[in-house]
């Protein structure tokens, strides 16, 4: 028996935040001109790099539009990227990291057009950040239950596709924010507007070690003054928990980590 999932194959915006990435954005590049999907645009908002980023870029046909300029950060820049935007559903995967699999794009779209989602989230590996097969942790994201926000909780935004609709009904990132933009994103979409989502239970992206929140105390500090400001923003109130939990969620994740080569 057929599906209708063959029949509407919407166009699917991939966004790569970019800046004198020349270490590692290949891997980014490679893992989406991979992707089995017949309907992808990707768009590259570079930050003006000044090492090879952009000859590395220009390798790849597939890569559908370039911006070089300066920015205001990796939310300024991911913005961007949504308004030149055309299609569909956008996905945002930057230059740290890279998709696990030839079809993760094939499975996340053809899982929202059989659930009619507006969101879809999975889960994450980190890795080590020159020997990418070495993985240091592990994000199991688990079904998602909006009241799970209030615990800590939130999805692994390089997993996060939305339909474009949403962007231009619910806004964009929040520049204000310099490490929980992709937070209070999240937040106000999934816990204050309720928007649909479906979960797709495996690993989707591989992301390099060293993300700038937890790089030292003061920066997990402000990190945590951040997710305060993305409540605040959206006229919401955690439990006075809510934000202590958020990092201790993240020690589970090295206990979860694996030896086996995703």
């Known amino acids: 028996m057929t599906t209708d999932l063959s029949i509407h194959k919407p166009l699917v915006s991939i966004i790569t935040a970019t800046y004198n990435s020349g270490k590692t954005v290949r891997d980014t590049l490679q893992s ?21 980023t ?28 949504i308004n030149l935007a055309t299609g569909e559903i956008i996905a945002l995967l930057n230059s740290d990291d890279f998709y696990v699999s030839k079809n993760i794009v094939q499975k996340a779209v053809d899982l929202m057009q059989s659930e009619k989602t507006d969101t879809l989230y999975g ?28 615990f800590g909780w939130m999805p692994p935004h390089p997993t996060f596709f939305v339909r474009k609709n949403v962007y231009d009904r619910l806004g964009h990132f929040d520049i204000r924010l310099k490490s929980a933009a992709d937070y209070e994103l999240m937040l106000r979409f999934l816990f204050k507007e309720k928007i649909s989502v479906s979960y797709l239970r495996e690993v989707m992206v591989k992301m390099r070690s060293g993300g700038m929140s937890n790089a030292s105390l003061s920066n997990r500090i402000q990190a945590n003054k951040e997710d305060r400001e993305a409540w605040r923003t959206n006229q919401l109130h955690p439990y006075f928990f809510t934000l202590w939990l958020k990092p201790l969620r993240k020690l589970f994740q090295f206990f979860r980590k694996s030896n086996s080569i995703v």
């Open 54 to 81: 952009l000859s590395i870029v220009s390798e790849f046909p597939h890569v559908a539009k370039v911006v070089s300029e300066p920015d205001k950060g990796i939310y300024d820049a991911m913005n961007k990227g």
């Open 32 to 52: 989406i001109a991979d992707q089995t999907y017949p309907g992808i645009e990707h768009i590259v908002v570079d930050g003006g790099s000044q090492d090879n």
């Open 123 to 150: 889960d994450l590996v980190y890795v080590d950040p020159v020997q990418t097969q070495k993985i240091s942790r592990t994000w199991i994201a688990g079904s998602f239950r909006r009241k799970k926000f209030l």
